[in-house]
Every structure is written in C-alpha cells, then in structure tokens.
C-alpha cells in the first residue's frame, strides 16, 4: 500500500512540474511581448529576485517611461512592469540600510518620468532595464555614488566600480556577500533577525 501510495505520489509531482515549467515560458514569452505588460507592482521577496542563471538577453528591448513606483533600492515599478536596475546591487528592505536605499530611490524618482531601456528577462518574466531620469542622469549610477548601491561587476562589466565610494562593501556586506555567492551569510543573518524579533 505504501508503495502505492509512493508511486501516486511521484505521478502528482511530475504533472506539477511540467505544469509549472509551461507556466514559467509563458510568463517569459508573456514579458517580451511589446504590448502592455502583465502586472508586476507587487513587490518581489528576496527568494523571488532576479535570477541571474536564468536570465538572457531580451530578444526584443522595449522601451519603458513613467512614474515609477520604488520597491526597494534597486527595483521600481513602471507601468505595471517590475524592473530591476541594471547592473548594481542594493540592500534588502531588511538589511542594514535597505529602507534608506529606498527612500534615496523615491527621491530621485519622484515627479520625474522615468525611462527604462531594457536590456534583459530572466525565466520567470523579471525584466531588467537602464533606467534615466528625464536630465540623462543613470538611476543606477546616482545610487552607487550615493553610497547606498554597489557595482555587479558580472552584469555591468564594471561599470560603476569607479563610483564606488570607499568601503561600501564593507557596509554593504550583505549585497556582497550575494555576489560573492556566500548565501549562507545571508542565511545566517535573518536567522539572528528572527530570533530578535522573536525575543530569543
């Protein structure tokens, strides 16, 4: 009867990841489409960011302008469109210095049209993009020479290292810790966050 019941089990398995491999192509294809865009406001939990082994090069690059909605320091939202910034990497909400990455991307968002030159999609449809304000400055650059954002020398091709300012990657450890692929750090943090909130 066990092993029945192992072999039903197996069988249910498959048919959900078939289901959900087709559900990721058609959020891709869905996001490369020129037309309007699925809703993407919501924002994305830090399990659910930009997948860098998944992502490719957009077949087609829209170009996408408007007020922007700020998620956090490195992602807004236009036009219904979740849009990472392209080629740096900023805190979490909930790592030291996530909210004031935030606020320091509302404020140079605010009022202004932005427009998002989109350079790449990752397989569950999150769209990456150079983002401008309306005087030409880079989003992406503003925030690394602010010191709340750091080069991700993988994506960029180091192009904002030189504006980089001196020792942010020491503040910014947990971003860089992300780059360097040292996950358990992070692991190891929120860990410690729990138990403050928790009382333990």
């Not at 990497?89 to 989109?118: F, T």
């Not at 991700?152 to 904002?160: I, N, R, T, V």
Request: aromatic content about 8%; proline content about 6%; some cysteine.
């Amino acid at each position: 009867m066990a092993e029945l019941f192992f072999i039903i089990a197996l069988i249910a398995g498959a048919a959900f990841m078939r289901h959900a491999k087709k559900e990721v192509r058609r959020a891709a294809r869905q996001a490369l489409k020129p037309s309007i865009p699925p809703n993407r406001s919501k924002p994305v939990s830090p399990a659910n960011a930009f997948n860098e082994k998944a992502a490719r090069e957009a077949l087609e690059k829209p170009v996408l302008r408007g007020s922007a909605y700020v998620v956090d320091g490195d992602t807004i939202v236009i036009q219904k469109t979740q849009i990472r910034l392209f080629g740096v990497d900023a805190p979490e909400m909930n790592h030291p210095y996530g909210k004031k990455a935030k606020w320091a991307l509302v404020r140079l968002c605010k009022g202004q049209s932005i427009r998002a030159e989109v350079t790449d999609v990752d397989s569950h449809g999150r769209t990456v993009a150079r983002c401008y304000l309306p005087d030409g400055r880079d989003l992406s650059a503003e925030m690394v020479k602010q010191g709340l954002a750091i080069d991700w020398p993988k994506f960029s091709g180091g192009l904002y290292q030189s504006m980089e300012v001196p020792d942010i990657r020491k503040k910014l450890w947990l971003a860089d810790a992300r780059q360097k692929g040292r996950m358990h750090v992070w692991k190891q943090f929120e860990v410690k966050q729990d138990e403050r909130q928790g009382g333990g």
